[in-house]
Nanobody, 115 residues
């Protein structure tokens, strides 16, 4: 059973930084893509960043390029967020997608950026 457990959300002032962590367990993740999505009230869930487990290659959403960095360390992935803006306020979800397109989600963690 795949489990994704997020931590590190909270409140921060605009311009500040925050780091989210996701502990992944339940299987080996070779061939998986892990990443972060976010969903703000009244908006659709959007992809923020992803990382390929095997190669470490990364992708970013246009709205966070240059400000967010995704990384992996053993069985955890991280999202380093800097220069935060009020529009970054959302629930952030850790996600994993297998090579056969099976998706798993964490429970989400709230990030609130105050202007």
């Amino acid at each position: 059973q795949v489990q994704l457990v997020e931590s590190g959300g909270g409140w921060v002032q605009a311009g500040g930084s925050l780091r989210l962590a996701c502990a992944a367990s339940g299987r080996t993740f070779s061939g998986y893509i892990l990443g972060w999505f976010r969903q703000a009230p009244g908006k659709e869930r959007e992809s923020v960043a992803s990382i390929r487990w095997n190669t470490g290659s990364t992708t970013y959403g246009d709205s966070v390029k240059g400000r967010f960095t995704i990384s992996r360390d053993n069985a955890k992935i991280y999202l380093h967020m800097s220069s935060l803006k009020a529009e970054d306020t959302a629930v952030y979800f850790c996600a994993a997608r297998s090579s056969s397109n099976v998706r798993y989600w964490g429970q989400g963690t709230q990030v609130t950026v105050s202007s």
